[in-house]
């Protein structure tokens, strides 16, 4: 097999290749090894690769797996990988060890992903542009002078390039369907409780979700198949699903009621082609017999901004405090950068009451937007506002206005992504669209909590209808 057999394929046709053993797990690492190798210094998106996870006498616990010791990629923000580096992309906690596998990572394994390296984010995957004083600036596949998006754009880039077909990601405020816009492929964040955060009791008091992007749905809904459902002592819940999401993917919706909105809070402004291209999505919906209403929740968008301020502030001290512990190195502008550095101050004199205030604030606001899907079965949005990042214009560490200000400004590009990690609510960026410049373009679709079985269905539907396989980035392995 040559690179542009092996990057022709998803996880799941991989796997299979394997099981017909007319490939072997060993010979799929070393390409995703070298294909990496090949293509990285181009684009910034893998930290390291782990050289003892490559050879077949290291794959024989994956042989009887549903994935066959297909090669994977973890981001390098709070995953645990048993004796592996987790840096998080910061200096305060470069060299970190991790002493134990994560929940999530043993069901990973157990699955029998081969995880052979860690893909770049930015520090505490605190932006929407992957680029941090410790790693550098990650370039975006389709063209490197663009950002991949963040915080999970290593992963996105390296997925895109054709490295690893499907990589590991999260999510707490747009940081699964913010690169996968950017880099042209599909991800989902799962509802609150989907995928356990063990042995964390949560993420950025129930923000944080875990899972993955790829080029492909039934990637993503075969790795939820193995790494969702409930672990004892998790804080949420969510009711496990009635059948396999692999299985759902594969079938067409019944006609779905989908109300479509473009217009951002009154705050923000939105690019005529990504409104063109919502317009577009909203009557590919319809050709497939769904019901489109131009229709969207409403929330207060200050008190949204001033409640993830306050909860990201209060998580950021905790976080820095755990790290500056364990690494025995001081908080300041030598281990982390401004913005990090600003957050800490600003949590630091937080009152323990404003913090309980946006705990309330977060459940109000959730009760102004989860109604709407008792009325429709999907929000459709823009994933983006517009099409491409520009290097630095989310820089941590350059940035030096308020730390309010740095929640405003990320808003500027992702209004309608946060709102959905505060109300808990499945979401996914499928890649529909391309610009006129050459850049992807992700349509947003929501489902009511626990619905990603609606999600996946009609994604699959529309990979069906408007597949995008066939599209590649200028950097690619197979050229």
């Known amino acids: 097999m040559n690179l542009q057999e092996y990057s022709a394929y998803d996880a799941v046709g991989l796997a299979e290749l394997v099981r017909k053993k007319q490939v072997s797990a060993s010979e799929l690492n070393k390409l995703a090894y070298d294909a990496g190798n090949n293509i990285n210094p181009k684009l910034n998106a893998i930290v390291e690769f782990y050289d003892d996870r490559i050879e077949e006498s290291k794959l024989e616990s994956s042989k009887d797996s549903f994935f066959q010791g297909v090669p994977f990629l973890v981001k390098d923000l709070a995953l645990m990988d048993f004796g592996k580096k987790v840096e998080a992309g910061s200096r305060l906690s470069e060299g970190m060890i991790a002493p134990f596998d994560s929940e999530l990572m043993s069901r990973y394994k157990r699955a029998g992903l081969n995880n052979i390296g860690r893909t770049t984010c930015p520090e505490f995957g605190f932006s929407c542009a992957t680029e941090s004083v410790l790693r550098g600036i990650t370039n975006n596949p389709w063209d490197v002078e663009k950002s991949t998006g963040g915080s999970s754009g290593g992963a996105a880039a390296a997925v895109a390039s054709g490295i690893v077909p499907v990589a590991h990601a999260s999510d707490a405020g747009g940081s699964i369907r913010c690169p996968a816009s950017c880099c042209g492929l599909f991800g989902l964040k799962p509802s609150r409780g989907r995928i356990s955060l063990s042995p ?121 405090n755990m790290l500056s512990s364990v690494n025995s190195r001081d908080v300041n502008e030598e281990t982390v950068e401004k913005i990090t550095l600003a957050s800490y101050e600003y949590g630091s004199g937080l009152l323990s009451s404003v913090f309980v205030d946006a705990l309330g604030t977060a459940n109000q606001i959730s009760r102004q937007v989860v109604p709407f899907f008792e009325r429709y079965d999907i929000l459709l949005t823009p994933t983006l506002l517009r099409s491409g990042i520009e290097h630095g214009q989310y820089s941590m560490q350059e940035y030096s206005g308020s730390v309010q200000g740095w929640f405003e400004k990320m808003g500027e590009i992702g209004n309608f992504l946060s709102i959905f990690n505060m109300t808990g609510l499945p979401a996914m960026s499928v890649p529909l669209f391309v610009s006129k410049s050459g850049l992807p373009i992700g349509i947003q679709f929501v489902a009511g909590y626990g619905r990603e079985d609606l999600l996946f269905q009609l994604a699959g539907q529309l990979e069906r209808e408007s597949p995008w396989v066939h599209r590649k980035p200028k950097n690619h392995i197979s050229y």
């Open 200 to 320: 964390a009791g949560d993420g950025f008091n129930g923000l944080a979700n875990e899972h993955v992007i790829s080029r492909s749905v039934r990637d993503s809904a075969a790795i939820l198949d193995f790494t969702q459902g409930y672990l004892a002592g998790d804080p949420y819940s969510a009711a496990p699903p009635t059948n396999l999401y692999i299985d759902e993917c594969s079938k067409d919706p019944q006609s779905l009621t989908i109300g479509f909105t473009k217009e951002p809070n009154e705050l923000y402004s939105i690019d005529d082609e990504v409104k063109l291209c919502v317009d577009d999505a909203a009557k590919l919906c319809e050709h497939l017999g769904h019901v489109v209403v131009e229709d969207s929740p409403s929330w207060d968008e200050p008190s949204a901004i001033r409640c993830n301020l306050d909860l990201w502030a209060a998580n950021c001290v905790a976080t820095t």
